[in-house]
């Protein structure tokens, strides 16, 4: 069973940085790409960032350069740094199991998405 466990999130100023992580079990890690996902509510998901297997990520345009998606096999562990942050960053953010090894744009079922961090960027 797909165990994943976002942390990190929380308050933060306008320029601020954060660092996101997510522990992940119940299958094999190296093998999957992983996700970040953001969701406001009463809106629907917002697909931010994508890293393979083997550690190669992509972005969205709207945090590309601002964002870098990071993670440690060894550990089973994806991380998410955040750096410039502006309020239209803030929102819920879920780590995702992706569907293979390859880092594409996606937004995995619901059911592979972790319980999610809250993250507030405010003065």
């Known amino acids: 069973e797909v165990h994943l466990v976002e942390s990190g999130g929380g308050l933060v100023q306008p320029g601020g940085s954060l660092r996101l992580s997510c522990a992940a079990s119940?299958?094999?890690?190296?093998?999957?790409?992983m996700i970040w996902v953001r969701q406001v509510p009463g809106k629907g998901p917002e697909w931010v960032s994508s890293?393979?297997?083997?550690?190669?990520?992509i972005y969205a345009n709207s945090v590309l350069g601002r964002f870098t998606i990071s993670r440690d096999n060894g550990k089973n562990m994806l991380y998410l740094q955040m750096n410039s942050l502006t309020p239209e960053d803030t929102a819920v953010y879920y780590c995702?199991?992706?569907?293979?090894?390859?880092?594409?744009?996606?937004?995995?079922?619901?059911?592979?998405w972790g319980q999610g961090t809250q993250v507030t960027v405010s003065s």
């Open positions: 995702a199991k992706g569907r293979g090894y390859w880092n594409i744009k996606d937004i995995p079922p619901r059911a592979a």
């Open positions: 890293i393979s297997g083997g550690g190669t990520g």
């Open positions: 119940g299958f094999t890690f190296s093998t999957y790409s």
